[in-house]
């Protein structure tokens, strides 16, 4: 008898989902040296999330794991994502949060340095602005978040949580230290990552032809 608390089947999904997906996000350079974490939701109070410190471009089965919405393990041995909080923060206040990826492209990193005193990156005017749920026409703008990094996953939280009490939103940049988005799925959440960093290398490129 299964006495698993979530769906194993629903697992085994995700965690292909996850697998293939990210497999294409290592190839393009966006997870190195071992950084990134992704998750997706599996149900109200579960969701699969990679092991920590694990080579994200060479994931197999067993490297996904569950963990309940306080970020703690469930029936497993593995230790989550240092940066679980951020995601299973995303997962509680909204319902309708299916899916979470953080990876550390170079251009994210280098844009969350330039902008973190901004606080901000302003992306507007862009047709690829579209790619955003909610956003219909290039006329209108993006302001995508800078938070002060942090090894205090409470404090990120925190942030994040203050922060979206203000504003929608579908992303935000850390300083020094990558991107978070996400989505109802994971085809909406990679669309969503895929968007923040088009608009993030056009931001950096346009800054070079000023100079
Ligand atoms: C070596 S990268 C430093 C940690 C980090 O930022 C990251 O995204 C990966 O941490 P995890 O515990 O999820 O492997
Ligand atoms: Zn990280």
Redesign the pocket.
């Known amino acids: 008898m299964d006495t698993l608390p979530y769906d194993r089947q629903r697992l085994k999904h995700c965690a292909g989902e996850i697998i293939r997906n990210v497999r294409e996000l290592a190839s393009a350079g966006w997870t190195p040296?071992?950084?990134?974490?992704f998750s997706m939701r599996l149900d109200d109070r579960h969701a699969a999330i990679?092991v920590?410190?694990?080579d994200k471009g060479r994931l197999v089965e067993d490297d996904i794991m569950v963990v309940d919405m306080d970020g703690a393990p469930v029936a497993t041995e593995h230790r989550p994502?240092?940066?679980t909080l951020l995601h299973t923060q995303l997962y509680a206040r909204f319902g309708e949060v299916g899916c979470v990826l953080?990876t550390?492209s170079l251009n994210q990193t280098v844009a969350s340095r330039l902008y973190a005193g901004a606080g901000h990156v302003h992306l507007e005017g862009y047709e690829l602005l579209k790619a955003f749920t909610g956003n219909s026409t290039h006329e209108t703008a993006v302001a995508l978040p800078v938070l002060p990094n942090s090894q205090d996953m409470q404090t990120l939280a925190a942030q994040v949580d203050a922060l979206l009490d203000q504003q929608a939103m579908w992303g935000y940049l850390i300083d020094g230290?990558?991107l978070y988005a996400w989505g109802r799925d994971m085809a909406e959440a990679r669309r969503h990552l895929d968007a923040f960093e088009f608009l993030l290398a056009c931001e950096l490129e346009l800054r070079k032809l000023h100079r």
């Not at 040296?33 to 974490?37: E, K, R, V």
């Open positions: 040296a071992t950084s990134s974490n990679t920590s410190g694990r994502s240092a940066e953080h550390h230290h990558g």
